[in-house]
């Protein structure tokens, strides 16, 4: 399904799955996924075993994945603070939630 189609919630439950995958990466090898990913984009990880190598194309696919959605969820955001604003007639905007937590 394409980001653009994926609802705040589908989106927030994909984030929270990717963020479970990026952890096991980034305990097995002791690096943040931030760090990892840009040591892997400027080709200075030396990923010698056939293993490394797809772990690292596995992590570093991981990484993009949520990134995009974590950009796909602020524009999601976004628009729905601005239907609220367009919805409200006194300048005070009513949250509420959508389903028990």
């Known amino acids: ?4 189609q994926l609802s705040i919630p589908e989106l927030l439950d994909s984030l929270l ?7 096991k ?3 097995a090898y002791a690096l943040t996924s931030e760090d990892f990913y840009a040591l892997f ?9 056939s293993e490394q190598t797809e ?15 974590e950009q796909a969820l ?3 955001s976004r628009t729905t603070v601005q239907k609220l604003i367009n919805a409200s007639e ?3 905007l009513r ?7």
């Open 25 to 27: 990466y980034e305990r």
């Open 95 to 101: 949250l509420s939630p959508r389903m028990a937590m």
């Open 17 to 23: 799955a990717l963020t479970q995958e990026l952890y």
């Open 55 to 69: 772990d690292f194309c596995l992590w570093a696919g991981l990484y993009e994945t949520k990134l995009a959605r």
């Open 1 to 4: 399904m394409p980001i653009q």
């Open 41 to 49: 984009s400027q080709g200075k990880l030396d990923d010698g075993e």
């Open 90 to 92: 006194s300048g005070n």
């Open 74 to 76: 602020r524009q999601a």
